[in-house]
Nanobody, 119 residues
Framework: QVHLVESGGGLVQPGGSLRLSCAAS????????MGWYRQAPGKERELVAI???????RYTDSVKGRFTISGDNAKNTVYLQMNILKPEDTAVYYC?????????????WGQGTQVIVSS
């Protein structure tokens, strides 16, 4: 069992910043990557950013240059620094952890944290 606890969401004005955190616990051995996804009202969940066990990162095009994903292995925590936020960044942000178990990739999800970008 994997437990993911997200924090850091909230209401921010356009151009502002927020930092999301996701702390992982439980059976997190063989974690291959962690990341952030988001789901806006009426839209499908989409990948925002991921970081793998080697520290390699990947971002969706719309957040490149504005968002930064990082990890703290000692704390089993991944962060998403979000700068220059735009109204279109408004969504519920979900933490994801992927593990390799017996040749299969298993996904675990957090409960989500709301981000609202509005003046």
């Amino acid at each position: 069992q994997v437990h993911l606890v997200e924090s850091g969401g909230g209401l921010v004005q356009p151009g502002g910043s927020l930092r999301l955190s996701c702390a992982a616990s439980g059976n997190i051995f063989r974690t291959t990557l962690m990341g952030w996804y988001r789901q806006a009202p009426g839209k499908e969940r989409e990948l925002v950013a991921i970081i793998d066990s080697a520290g390699v990162t990947r971002y969706t095009d719309s957040v490149k240059g504005r968002f930064t994903i990082s990890g703290d292995n000692a704390k089993n925590t991944v962060y998403l620094q979000m700068n220059i936020l735009k109204p279109e960044d408004t969504a519920v942000y979900y933490c994801n952890l992927q593990r390799s178990v017996l040749g299969r990739l298993l996904d675990s999800w957090g409960q989500g944290t709301q981000v609202i970008v509005s003046s």
